[in-house]
């Protein structure tokens, strides 16, 4: 079974508010890709993944007036993609919704949010001390992740939880104090965030339920100056890799422990360009995370990076697909069920 993540840069934009893509020349909100280009680069990386279940980050916007299930559907099908049913969970205010568009002759999928005295449901309200000052602070998800039960055709049922956790980036703050401020407050909050994706990670690992966790968590070991602030990142908080309870315990993906072990040699999920320096940045934000028994199944992953990954880097025209498509790459785990 193929399984895959993908951040999806303004998908939302792609589709009017029936749902319809919008397949023309005026320009998206990708830097210089008009909209018939970046749909046709989407639907070349969907076609060339071939995934049986694809976790669609920054899917396209849920509310009164328009359909992320809609809007996914449409374009499943004007690309003739075989996982052409999709579904989401708490829809969010964002315009960046969590979806999950998959093939349903493989799998079934249902939003199950699950809630406990540790771990309220997504959607719901965390109290929790985030600076040590004896007061709970209440925390909530701007992007609540989605949590599904799934079953396979051959009668393997297992968990998943898509998340897009808060970005640290200092938006709209201006001066070197206010910047400060800002990304200090940002990472509190989302290590908050972290905290409480781990506390339901931890309730479905003691079930005995095996569970992958993915998406993008706005983080990484050694992204920005704060991190020892904190004393670890919001990654290895999901993985439990500080946890020091034991392997059984412990989330895995090969990039993130990589990454913890040697931060100066890092593969990246996503490439963002600096206007003000006129480069590009590249950073590792998105994982898929299995639990110890998922881990026996001879999973593989793998970073769709037009630069980085040999096939890609190899096929010109689904390297100039994954430029034009998003500012995020996929990643993809290969894995033994059925």
Known sequence: MRIATYNVEWFNALFDDTGALLEDGRWSKRRDVTRAEQLQALGDVFRA??????????????????????ALQAFAERFGLRTDHALIGFANHTQQEIALLYDPNVLKARHDPQSDPEAPRFDQTLAIDLDVDARADKVQFSKPPLELALETAGGFQFRMIGAHLKSKAPYGAQ????????????????????????????????EGTPLMVMGDLNDGPGLDE???????????????????????????????????RNRWAQPSTSRFYLPHEKRYLQALLDYVMISPDLRAKRPEWRIWHPFEDEGCFGDADLQAALLMASDHFPVVLDIDID
């Open 49 to 70: 993944m071939d995934a049986d279940a694809v976790m669609v980050i920054e899917a396209p916007d849920d509310s009164r007036h328009r359909s992320t299930v809609v």
């Open 175 to 206: 001066g070197r104090d206010a910047v400060m401020r800002a990304s200090i407050a940002n990472r509190r909050k989302q290590l908050a965030q972290a905290i409480w994706l781990r506390r339901r990670v931890e309730a479905v690992l003691a």
């Open 226 to 260: 704060y991190e020892d602030l904190f004393g670890r990142s919001s990654v290895e908080i999901v993985l439990g890799a500080q946890d020091h309870a034991g392997a059984e315990r412990c989330l895995y993906d090969p990039h993130a422990t990589g990454a913890l």
